[in-house]
């Protein structure tokens, strides 16, 4: 026999052993859902209820036809008819009809069934007594449910079943949302079952339909109960006992070793670092945290920062975190640093220069460059100097995801440390240890590290965490067998496993996966609590509340509710910054990749590209930027912002490049290749370049050209050039940066053609073509004149002074100078430009040298030392201490010679510049010797020689072999210092004058005058 089922309830649907039947017409489909409501009818009435506006003998056509259609559809005889004027409902044949479940049905069963009003939506023409007939039933089988569900809501609340209460009442309000008994039964339901947010939120959003719907207020009832509630919920929040958030329990031995190496430390006796290693919430951070509760010692200070996933390519992210909160430390305990190492560690970590108010120039040029040695070297003295009488706690949480720089830091703290003042304590997630692997063994070999690894609780552990974290609950065997299995013995599921079940403390009913239990750790969570995690979560790191309140769209006041909701909640817990600022975080982050993972990716998307556009407006233009394009590039990209990713991308990397090879261009200054440099070796470098190239690649490919995206492509070849050109690849370079300055004309974007020509002059500055140099000044002078740029007249100005100095046009070169410095100090920006202003100062010392002029050349060198110093600028140093000393030594005064070479020296041994290095190291052999040092004199010899073969510059090569020269002059009597010296002097007084002469008559150098002298002395 067929089973038959009709759904009456919601949209009508008919099914015959599970097929869905389509009637022909509407008529006939109303036919017989009258007839299964009904059981039989007349055929009058049938004619009347359908086909009352036609004649009678075409209704009843009309009425034969629709029988005959319905049986031929069912392939049954579905209707028939056991008197000539009745039809009926064959009883034989098998029905079933969600009518009849509903009268005959339970409250629960009842919200099962009725899935909508009788026949929702359906509509048949020219019927309006079938229309009236339907209307009729809509209302009585609403008024059967909604009896029903205040009847099933009544013995919920009287038999204790709240979870029932709970769901009859909601299912009320959707029928009617203007009916206060069923808001009151849903508050009382929540209240009984301690969820007393839920229920004041269910009064709230009957106040807001209310007001918004009909303009009245909750009447009496409904406000007397959600009173009561309210201070039934501020009694139970006063008598909490217990903060799952604080509790702790077991990992009795790993504390136990943490101690007793902490006491060895405190001690000064042999202690070791500890990575503490474990999967996702295993309780790293909280192991970490209880055991730093123990530190009560007055002279510890710890220092804690996280290292996220998003920045792993970005260098030294994790050590900015830490030394921005030591500038705060420095500054709160008046310590003295002194100015050099506060100026090398602020270029690295500009928030170290923002808390101290170190001062950095901001020149268009100028920005010092530190080799890796000095830079760690610096790091460590003001970790050292913060320590001093101290003991320093570092933590870094997730230290998987530090990237190389910051572990090779890391590493070379922990093995050079002096007094052994740093103890490192780090969280690293299980799975990653490959990663860091060479790192472990490095330590590990040393006895400087121990791997304590965390691993899940047993059953009996997880039985008893449970009854420590809720001593008053009681706990079923079921629940207990049921917690294990659930959260297998993972701490933070656990606590996620018993926060749900103390919010719903009647209910037995538990989720069976972690991600469920997840879930429902946000059920009872505001729809603008929920909305404003979702806002929390899309930040990989701490979320500014300033930047939430700018955001949200929030009041104050609303803000601080919800974040309030949440941290109750413990999903969020807030901290302040070494700005004063409050931020907050996600209790674990687990909560937060939780939330990010429910979200839809147009979600994610939209708040993506909201947060990189507020950070965009946070921008300063200038080196401060650095630390924000990490974040930006991470947003624009989750944003699917391809080109605003590109665009930062390269401000990144082109930050990182100025860092490894931007060149201040001073006489005979220049790129060099085979130095090591901060932060990137050429092959990283290179790999980060072409990732953009192809980045930009694609771009193109996918979109039309537009002039954004022309001017990114332009800085990108503009970057691209400067790093060719700096690793001796002059063809490549070179064609970009023309092509660079074509570009640049195109879009009118002269600031860029401008740029692009002076990296061409600087080119010809290294190799003496002022020919060409001319061209390329007068070209960008006129675009600077034109477009009335007068900082870059001021530094064409100085270009141009210097190139006539490099054609010997002496005088000519000084007037242009001192223009270019009488532009530069009539700009407000002045104080940008000190160091522009010092390198014109300097190469008029140099014009005045080479006229031999000395006492002139040095008091200009003096103005450009004052003016550097007095901004703590210290890449120009080196080059105007070596001239002062030439100077010096070439009008006799040896004594200042050497002071001022030294300290050029102590300057050069701090910054990675080679240009000017050999010359320092050959003067001081010079010196030395006169002084007969020898062995020291070798020593600076031979690096003077090192040095000059570095950077195949003719001018420095060719005072090399002056200064040999000089020194066989010296020797060639003394047989002992002719013997000593022979390893390095393999010829003879006439050739080093010869090849000297050969590599400086190019250059015009006065330096030759000296060579044909001591040459001359060969003959006599």
């Given amino acids: 026999m067929k089973s038959i089922n009709v759904k009456l309830l919601g949209t009508p649907i008919v099914t015959i052993d599970g097929k869905k039947l389509a009637f022909p017409y509407k008529k006939a489909e109303a036919l017989f859902y009258y007839l299964l409501i009904k059981g039989h009818a007349s055929r009058d009435k049938l004619v009347h209820l359908l086909w009352s506006e036609v004649d009678e003998a075409v209704a009843k056509k009309n009425l034969r036809n629709a029988i005959y259609i319905i049986k031929k559809l069912f392939h049954e005889d579905v209707l028939i008819s056991p008197q000539r004027s009745i039809i009926t409902i064959n009883p034989a044949l098998d029905y079933f009809v969600d009518v009849n479940t509903l009268l005959n049905s339970n409250s629960e069963s009842a919200v099962e069934v ?32 909604i009896n029903k569900l205040h009847k099933g809501i009544k013995d919920g609340l009287k038999n204790k079943d709240y979870k ?3 769901k009859l009442a909601k299912s009320l309000i959707q029928i009617d949302e203007f009916d206060e008994t069923a808001y009151r039964d849903l508050m009382k339901s929540y209240g009984f079952m301690g969820r007393y947010n839920q229920a004041l939120e269910v009064y709230q959003k009957l106040v807001d339909v209310l007001n918004r719907e009909l303009s009245i207020c909750p009447d009496a009832k409904t406000t007397l109960l959600y009173e009561k509630l309210l201070k039934e919920k501020n009694k139970l929040d006063h008598l909490e006992k217990k903060d799952p958030q604080d509790f702790f329990y077991g990992r009795k031995s790993e504390l136990f070793k943490i101690h007793e190496n902490y006491k060895r430390f405190i001690d000064n006796t042999e202690y070791k670092s500890f990575i503490i290693i474990g999967e996702a919430g295993i309780g790293k951070s909280k192991l970490i945290e209880t055991a730093l509760k123990t530190v009560e010692h007055n002279d510890i200070e710890v220092f804690t920062t996280y290292c996220y996933q998003a920045e792993e390519k970005y260098l030294l992210k994790p050590w900015n975190g830490i030394f921005s909160k030591i500038s705060n430390f420095i500054k709160e305990n008046n310590i003295e640093i002194p100015e050099i190492l506060s100026t090398i560690i602020s270029y690295i970590f500009p928030s170290f220069a923002a808390s101290l108010k170190v001062t950095i120039s901001n020149s268009v040029e100028h920005i010092d460059i530190l080799k890796y040695q000095v830079a760690e070297r610096a790091i460590c003295d003001v970790l050292e100097r913060v320590a001093d009488g101290r003991k320093l706690i570092l933590v870094f949480e997730d230290i998987q995801w530090i990237d190389e720089l910051s572990l090779s830091l890391l590493k070379n703290l922990l093995y050079n440390q002096k007094n052994k003042f740093v103890l490192l304590i780090a969280s690293c997630r299980d799975g990653y240890e490959e990663k860091l692997s060479q790192f472990f063994a490095e330590m590990g070999r040393s006895n400087l590290i121990e791997k304590l690894y965390l691993t899940r609780f047993n059953q009996r552990e997880v039985i008893e965490f449970a009854l420590e974290l809720l001593p008053d609950h009681d706990f079923s065997q079921a629940i207990k067998d049921l917690m294990y299995v659930e959260t297998e013995g993972n701490p933070f599921f656990l606590i996620e496993f018993l926060n749900n079940l103390q919010e719903d403390k009647h209910s037995i009913k538990i989720t069976s996966k972690m991600e469920d239990i997840l879930r429902s750790r946000f059920i009872n969570i505001s729809e603008e609590g929920k909305k404003l995690l979702n806002i929390a979560s899309v930040f990989f790191d701490k979320v500014p509340y300033d930047t939430l309140h700018q955001l949200c769209g929030k009041t104050e006041h609303e803000l601080m509710d919800l974040i309030e909701e949440l941290q109750q909640k413990k999903i969020l817990k807030e901290s302040i910054s070494s700005k004063g600022n409050p931020y907050f975080v996600f209790t674990h982050q687990k909560l937060r990749e939780f939330i990010y993972e429910q979200m839809s990716l147009s979600r ?4 993506h590209d909201k947060i990189a556009r507020h950070l965009e407006n946070r921008l300063k233009k200038d080196k401060r930027d650095f630390s924000l394009y990490s974040k930006l590039i991470y947003h624009f990209s989750r944003a699917n912002n391809k080109i605003y990713t590109l665009k930062y991308s390269i401000k990144n990397v082109d930050t990182y490049l100025q860092l490894h090879n931007e060149v201040f261009p001073v006489l005979k200054d220049g790129c060099f290749q085979g130095d ?27 979109m039309e050209e537009t002039e954004e995206l022309t001017k990114i492509e332009a800085n990108f070849y503009h970057m691209l050039g400067r790093f060719y050109i700096c690793n001796g690849d002059y063809e490549r370079g070179l064609d970009l940066i023309h092509y660079v300055i074509t570009k640049g004309l195109e879009l009118k974007d002269y600031s860029l053609v401008i740029h692009g020509y002076r990296q061409l002059i600087y080119y010809c500055i290294n ?23 007068k900082e870059e007249v001021g530094i064409l100005l100085r270009l141009e002074g210097l190139m006539k100095i490099m054609e010997g046009s002496y005088l000519e070169g000084e007037i242009i100078l001192k223009r270019s410095i009488d532009t530069f100090e009539e700009l407000k920006e002045r104080n940008d430009y000190i160091l522009n202003i010092a390198a014109a100062y300097n190469y008029i010392g140099d014009s005045k040298r080479y006229n031999k002029e000395y006492d002139e050349a040095i008091d200009y060198y003096k103005k450009a030392i004052e003016l550097c110093e007095s901004q703590n600028i210290l890449r120009g140093l080196t080059i105007f201490y070596r001239n002062a000393g030439l100077a010096a030594f070439d009008m006799g005064d040896l004594e200042d010679s050497a002071s001022y070479l030294n300290k050029a020296l102590g300057f050069y041994n701090q910054l990675d510049v080679l240009w000017g290095k050999s010359t320092v190291h050959g003067y001081l052999a010079l010196l030395l010797l006169i002084q007969e040092s020898y062995e020291e004199s070798i020593k600076h010899l031979l690096e003077a020689d090192n040095c000059a073969q570095k950077i195949k510059s003719p001018y420095e090569i060719g005072l090399v072999f002056r200064i040999k020269a000089e020194i066989c002059s010296i020797i060639r009597e003394k047989k002992s210092l002719r013997t000593l010296f022979q390893s390095i002097l393999h010829e003879g007084l006439e050739a080093y004058c010869d090849a000297g002469i050969e590599a400086l008559k190019p250059l015009n150098s006065y330096e030759i005058e000296f060579l044909y002298k001591l040459k001359s002395t060969l003959q006599n």
């Fill in 114 to 145: 009725y899935q909508g009003e009788f026949l929702e939506g359906f509509y048949v023409k020219d019927a309006e007594v079938f229309e009236e007939w339907m209307f009729s039933q809509k209302e009585k089988y609403k008024d059967i449910y």
């Fill in 164 to 166: 029932l209460g709970e």
């Fill in 604 to 607: 994610k998307k939209i708040l």
């Fill in 676 to 702: 090591k440099k901060l932060f990137l070796t050429s092959h990283q470098a290179l790999t980060w370049l072409t990732e953009i190239k192809e980045n930009l690649k694609n771009i193109k490919a996918d």
């Fill in 767 to 789: 190799t003496q073509n002022t020919n060409l140099m001319a061209e390329y000044i007068n070209s960008a002078m006129m675009i600077a004149t034109s477009t009335n740029q």
